[in-house]
């Protein structure tokens, strides 16, 4: 899965969010090192919509503007906490490989 | 319906209503279809994200927009290859009509060239014996509406007006059935022009130009060509029709060429090369996506090979099969593999 896959995901993980929304709160979780641009969200958007991993929530006009808001589906979540947890097994495993002289100590037991 | 024309402008002032009309020109880059769609949600995102006062759109953004647009018509239309096929099913037994149609118009002048009892077998769809022992055909030199008056050109010509209609009318199993008929008629017909000898040197070919035949039987197998009836559009048909014209007007010319004693047998391969770039090129242009692309590609690429092979039998040393066989085979071998993924996909529950 691509970064700004996991990030948009990771946007809708917490509830429906129109576009701008997405921009801005990809923003915030990847602490302003990801630029989300127009072009990119909604080519993502739409293989994500294809891929069946969201679905559009509702649509709402604000100040005279369409705004279309996206959830994820059921399949999205289960694909966005598999990659999360396969991301979280390997940044352990590397922090774990730089930081500890053995294996073991700072995964905690079990 | 809300189309994109049908969108109210906010009165925010002359800078606003100026970026607004710049970024909705950057926005014809998408396909008309995504502009109905999502073209108003889109504009909204990205005067949300302007500055107070700005009049131009911002570099970044703009080059975003190129590079989306681009991708999203390399991409193609949505629903992936399921789409595809469906419109590759639909789309190629009209390809083999057109052909048929264009090769009756033909003068027959052009046609007392040798190679037209092959040419006729070029089409694809059914092309199971063409290549069987090049160069032991007799001659037909028959040609244009002179063709009517031969039954082989006949069966031919109704197998796929048959296979076309029965696609249409979405009646897949027909269309199966009408496609297996058609080419075991064909394969029977090349059989007799060439006296049986059917285990020739051009097995091979026989064997990769199947592979196209049977790339349609996949594509009906899989895919249903009713799904594409909604999908189809003028930019379709203005493919078909071109690539139809293109591999007609490039075996003419190839026969034309082969009456002359000094053809550089080269020149086959070249141009036949060329006719696969723009079957490759042609759907990506008018925004059907790589897919659909590739797909064409598969369809025109064995007339390429078919000619190469009536017609330059020296050249057919081992690096030359290698070039000639290797894409189709690949397209042949990814399609059965895909065939069966997507059976084995679907039988566990596609989404949505």
């Known amino acids: ?110 | 319906m809300s189309a994109a024309g049908g969108f109210p402008t906010p009165p925010r002032g002359a800078a606003d209503a100026e970026l607004e009309r710049r970024y909705r020109r950057l926005l014809r880059l998408y396909s008309r279809e995504f502009q109905a769609r999502r073209g108003t949600e889109v504009l909204g995102v990205l005067m949300a994200s302007a500055r107070d006062g700005q009049t131009r759109p911002a570099l970044g953004d703009a080059a975003d927009i190129v590079r989306g647009s681009l991708l999203m018509r390399l991409r193609g239309p949505r629903g992936g290859w399921a789409s595809a096929l469906a419109l590759f099913a639909l789309i190629a037994p009209l390809f083999l009509v057109l052909t048929d149609i264009l090769q009756v118009t033909v003068p027959a002048e052009w046609a007392r060239a040798p190679g037209l009892a092959e040419r006729f077998h070029l089409q694809v769809t059914v092309p199971a014996g063409w290549a069987l022992a090049p160069g032991r055909v007799e001659r037909l030199h028959a040609g244009g509406t002179q063709l009517l008056s031969h039954p082989g050109f006949l069966v031919l010509v109704g197998g796929h007006v048959i296979v076309a209609a029965a696609v249409f009318a979405g009646l897949r199993r027909t269309a199966l059935a009408a496609l297996l008929v058609a080419a075991v008629v064909d394969f029977g017909h090349w059989a007799h022009l060439t006296s049986f000898n059917v285990l020739g040197p051009g097995l091979t070919v026989v064997l990769l130009t199947g592979a196209v035949f049977l790339l349609e039987v996949f594509a009906l197998a899989v895919a249903d060509p009713r799904a594409a009836r909604r999908l189809v559009t003028g930019r379709h048909a203005v493919t078909v029709l071109l690539l139809a014209a293109a591999v007609q007007a490039w075996s003419f010319a190839a026969d034309a060429s082969a009456e002359s004693p000094r053809s550089p047998a080269n020149a086959y391969l070249v141009t036949g090369f060329i006719l696969a770039a723009i079957a490759l090129a042609l759907p990506l242009v008018l925004g059907l996506g790589w897919r659909f692309s590739l797909l064409s590609a598969a369809v025109c690429y064995p007339c390429a090979l078919g000619v190469a092979f009536i017609y330059m039998p020296p050249l057919l040393i081992v690096p030359t099969k290698v070039a000639l066989y290797l894409p189709p085979l690949l397209v042949a071998c990814w399609s059965a593999a895909w065939t069966v993924r997507g059976a084995v996909t679907r039988r566990g529950g596609a989404p949505g």
Request: proline content about 3%; charged content about 30%; glycine content about 12%.
């Open chain 1, 1 to 110: 899965m691509q970064e700004t896959t996991f990030l948009i995901l990771t946007a809708l993980a917490e509830g429906p969010q129109h576009g701008y929304g997405i921009i801005q709160d990809v923003g915030r979780i990847s602490d302003s090192r990801v630029t989300l641009r127009a072009g990119t969200l909604y080519g993502a958007l739409e293989r994500l919509d294809d891929d069946g991993l969201i679905g559009v929530d509702r649509e709402e006009i604000v100040d005279r503007r369409l705004r279309r808001y996206y959830r994820l589906t059921d399949e999205g979540s289960a694909r966005l906490a598999e990659e999360a947890g396969r991301l979280q097994t390997s940044a352990a495993i590397a922090l774990r490989r730089l930081g500890a002289p053995r294996p073991g100590l700072a995964g905690g037991a079990a």
